[in-house]
């Protein structure tokens, strides 16, 4: 893996980060993790690396994890964003978060959402989720380059 490929993580929980590295490393997975608090900072960091047409574009994560409960910004409307912009709306976006509920799942789907998964409880399940997303997004899912 080159230094080119990273996640980025949207995740306004300092306990869910420290975990979600833990997690990572633990399992020996080389992707360098970008953590975001909030919706805003996700927003600035691709308009930062990916303006426009420009030389100094840098690359975009392979996927985003994006919780939605967050502040200033929360995950449904960074979402819409994120889908509607045509310089990112090919990032899958795995919305990871503690919310269960039946018509947020669907409200996410409709939204664009790729994937939504609720956060495991107990780091054992957190190991085995991330080593899934990983799998799936690593080597089964075919992305556009």
Not at 62 to 80: A, Y
Not at 109 to 128: C, H, M, R
Request: net charge negative; glycine share 4%; hydrophobic share 35%.
């Amino acid at each position: 893996m080159t230094d080119k490929i990273y996640i980025l993580v949207a995740e306004d929980d300092a306990d869910d980060r420290y975990l979600l590295e833990t997690a990572f490393a633990e399992k020996g997975f080389k992707e360098k993790l970008t953590f975001v608090e909030n919706g805003v900072e996700l927003m600035d960091h691709l308009k930062r690396i990916h303006p426009g047409a420009s030389s100094t574009e840098g690359p975009l994560p392979c996927f985003i994890m994006l919780d939605l409960n967050m502040p200033k910004k929360d995950g449904r409307e960074v979402l819409k964003e994120i889908k509607e912009d045509p310089r990112y709306k090919k990032i899958p976006v795995i919305i990871f978060t503690t919310t269960k509920n039946e018509q947020e799942i669907s409200r996410c789907y409709e939204l664009g959402a790729n994937t939504y998964v609720v956060k495991p409880v107990g780091f054992e399940s957190l190991l085995q989720t991330i080593e899934d997303i990983r799998t799936y997004w690593f080597k089964t899912a075919r992305r556009p380059q």
